[in-house]
């Protein structure tokens, strides 16, 4: 039986090869000058195998090396590489298997054909000799000239192939190095432009807020309307350049966390506090209730605010006045490893169509009321970057017209100390939703 890469099971029946086999006919125009190593420890094996290649292929012109040992064999190739490996699997000093080994390059690959040869074949081993990069592997019992000639062929053409890929594999990794490189070179101009245009944006708007406030009284409602909006300018633009700036953090992999124990009903109040005003000016109810008895948990702070804010924003955005927007936090009876916050208002909501695609980069759902998109797109995409960052998630669900309700999920360690019997466990059914 042959072993080998280019044979189905590496078990092709050998009457049927050498039938269709004549002399000559198989070897290709690579061999026609060949230099071909012999290593093995029998001199009438060694003498046979030169025999065999000369006869199943006159047409080639041969050159031999020999060695009787692994040792040896190891030593002369280092000096000159032959074109092609005959290697027997039993040596004395060492096994073919070991040479496959100290031959093998750092990327595992064989610097030359191997045709491995054995008196005591078997399967295993040729898969094996197979898989530390011989080409091909012949039992010594049924060796003929052709059958040698056509392993030694197939060996060099799949080694040749093989080269081949490896070669433009390398060439690959070297091209996406330098994209990568180029791409972070961009990527780190991109950042610092952001940052630059942070400053006469918040220039803008500090001088603004101080007109107001030292000419309180002397402007004109126009005056005071004009200063208000370039104020609510300079905020949505600060915004979009922050979500900018976390976007290409994102993307290079570089979005810092920093977290630290936090109580999570301190995080939820500054955030509603900061919003009241400008719920009570649309005439929204804001309202929040956080389970008792909950632990401390690890978190960034500044980050997790970000997400409360840019959910709490929209909501305000997009609920008419007289509704209502509710943020409760518990665990849930069926997830108690982690807190739930639930913020749910009674606005447009989203279509259903749009729900998956909401968190995507850029996506921005049409609005019922075609009114102007003032932001990219890329809020709720950060909001579940740094959610997932916190071993977290987010997902939404909404009845178009009626409302929304965004779930926050964040990991909640459970201590031996906690005493389940005085946490509030909530229940979905306690929300009027939306």
Known sequence: ????????HFSPQWG???SNLTAGKFMSDK?????????DDNEGDRILYKELLTEGDPGTGFTFDEAGTGSAALEKMRAEKPECLLLDYRLPDMHGLDILKELAEQDGSLPVPVVMLTGFGDEATAVKALHLGAQEYLPKQDLTGPILCKAMDDAIKTHSKNRELEDSRRQLEMQNRELAGKYAKVEEFYQRVLEKLKRPVTSSRNISCKILDE????????????????????????????????TTGIQMGELLISPRPEIISEVISGVVNKFKPQATFKQIELLSHVSGGLPEI??????????????????????????????????????RDSLTILISDTGKGVQTEHLEKIFEHSFQAPTAGGENQTGLGLGLHICREILLSHKGNIFATSIPGEGCCFTITLPLPMSETTDMSKVDVWSAGTIEYP
Not at 1 to 8: F, L, R
Request: proline share 3%; with cysteine.
């Open 31 to 39: 061999l026609r000058n060949l230099r071909v190593m012999i290593v």
């Open 298 to 335: 690890s978190m960034d702070r500044y980050r997790i605010e970000q997400v409360l804010t840019n959910l709490l924003d929209n909501a305000i955005k997009f609920t008419g006045p007289g509704g209502k927007i509710e943020i409760n936090v518990s665990r849930l009876p069926e997830s």
């Open 16 to 18: 049927q090869v050498e």
């Open 1 to 8: 039986m042959v072993y080998g890469k280019n044979s189905p």
């Open 215 to 246: 000419l309180e009284g002397t402007l004109s409602d126009e005056q005071v309307a004009s200063l208000e909006s370039i104020k609510q300018s300079c905020d949505e633009l600060t915004a979009n350049i922050n979500n900018l700036i976390d």
